[in-house]
């Protein structure tokens, strides 16, 4: 048995600004309105091609390799639909729903959420798991839309989990009787300071993306939480066991096969090939477990002595090794079959025990889950690209080649460069970054169908 990777599927994040603050360019929502609309009767023609120069969101599936010279792509385009709460929803590639409010009174106050950003465990997979880089190109994205940082980021939806590997058929449906929960015990949980180090000095400011921890090390839970999983339920795929589902609501989990997901899921094939080239043959059963946390859950873990929930993205992605020591130590435990009257007697059965030490090591999406190493975002290139982007998109409007600017631009990202040498790696870069950007901007407008064009 061993542990393969663990970390934060999908995420949902809430973005806020201070009363006033949040504003829209001029323009934007009137060409989001024409979008949505034309994308009712056809999903084709409601794509908001140029969104990078708005909301500049790396792409991590493109312009990434161990070869790749500086940082993933941005996002060129998004498709933009209805949804409840929100005027509309950009949709990236089905990896990244950014829902987005209108510019009025409610909105601009500084309780109401003006942005919701939903990444999907697809999208965090090939960011490697990365999620305080994640939100932080949400913030700056968002930044760059609005003009302003946002003044909080707030956790609505989390979900943990980590794969290990078992030997084939480890876990079937007589295993559902060897999981116990808090309802067998009494008593509140509380993380003492010593189980996560000495208490560190409050917060002093930082905005939504310091790395202050909270003044006190520690996590308590509502006693209610002491009865554990109300409901639960197997499932089977075809005569094999698939699957539990623990509780549900705020808080539930689920344990099952991502071998038996991978035969009818692509992304799940590529995951688990990701973790053979990472981990060499997988001669088992990959099996998951994770914990969905929604707000309503998260405002109820409460850090003593502090006083404050784990909703706000620093407090919670700080007590993530906290939340999983609780969850996987308290509310649900897979037991070994000792033989005992009562299974909450037995020891914890050694695959659990396994699945403990996930998130114990200090960094939180650690498990060497995708092949390419992370390579930092340099946010001077990225302006520029989205300078590219926008350019291009008004000189193909009007008509005009770009035969003429291609020279222009190669030498405005050499001037980035720091040195003779930087300039040198800057000039490749613009110059395979303006190529790039025809090829997309071109074929949009129809002038090269080899590309897409009509």
């Not at 510019?103 to 997979?125: D, I, N, W």
């Not at 940082?149 to 989990?161: G, N």
């Not at 520029?384 to 009007?398: D, E, H, N, R």
Request: proline content about 5%.
């Amino acid at each position: 048995m061993r542990l393969l990777g663990y970390g934060i599927d999908t995420l949902v994040v809430n973005l806020y600004w201070d009363t006033g603050a949040y504003n829209l360019p001029e323009g934007l929502e009137s060409t989001l309105d024409n979008l949505k609309e034309l994308g009712r009767d056809d999903p084709d023609a409601g794509v908001f091609w140029g969104v990078d120069a708005y909301l500049p969101l790396p792409n991590p599936l493109r312009g990434w390799s161990s070869c790749s010279e500086i940082e993933p792509e941005l996002f060129q385009s998004a498709s933009v639909h209805s949804v409840r709460h929100y005027r509309w929803l950009l949709d990236f590639a089905g990896l990244v729903f950014w829902r987005l409010s209108s510019v009025k009174e409610t909105t601009r106050r500084a309780s109401f959420p003006a942005m919701r950003v939903e990444f999907t465990g697809r999208y965090l997979m090939y960011a490697r798991r990365r999620a305080d880089e994640v939100v932080r190109w949400a913030v700056e994205a968002a930044t760059n839309l609005v003009g302003v940082r946002p003044s909080r980021v707030q956790v609505s939806r989390a979900d943990l989990f980590c794969d290990v590997e078992v030997p084939p058929g480890y876990f079937g449906l007589e295993s559902l009787n060897r999981f116990t929960s808090r309802s067998r015990a009494r008593g509140l949980y509380a993380v003492e300071p010593a189980a996560l180090g000495e208490a560190q000095a409050p917060a002093t400011g930082g905005g939504p993306m310091s790395i202050t921890p909270p003044a006190t090390s520690g996590l308590r839970v509502p006693e209610s939480w002491a009865e554990g999983p109300g409901h639960l339920s197997a499932h089977l795929r075809g005569r094999d066991w698939s699957g539990f589902t623990f509780g549900r609501g705020p808080l539930h989990a689920r344990v099952y096969s991502k071998t038996i997901e991978a035969k009818s899921k692509p992304g799940a094939r590529a995951l688990l090939e990701v973790y053979a080239q990472e981990h060499g043959p997988i001669q088992g059963e990959v099996v998951r477990v994770e914990f969905q946390l929604t707000t309503e859950a998260l405002a109820e873990m409460v850090v003593p002595g502090d006083g404050s929930d784990v909703r706000d993205w620093d407090t919670f992605l700080w007590a993530v090794p906290a939340i999983w020591r609780y969850l996987t130590g308290e509310w649900l435990q897979y037991r070994a079959d000792g033989g005992h009257k009562h299974m909450r007697h037995n020891e914890l059965d050694e695959v659990w025990k396994l699945v403990q030490s996930a998130f114990q090591s200090g960094e939180v999406g650690s498990g060497g889950i995708v092949r390419h190493a992370w390579k930092a975002v340099v946010d001077p290139v990225m302006l520029a690209k989205q300078a590219l982007g926008a350019y291009l998109s008004a000189l193909v409007a009007v008509g005009k080649v770009v035969d003429r600017v291609r020279g222009v631009w190669v030498r405005l990202f050499r001037e980035l460069g720091l040195d003779e040498e930087g300039e040198k790696v800057l000039a490749k870069v613009g110059y395979w970054a303006v190529r790039k950007a025809e090829k997309v901007k071109l074929a949009r407008f129809g002038m090269m169908p080899e590309f897409g064009g009509v």
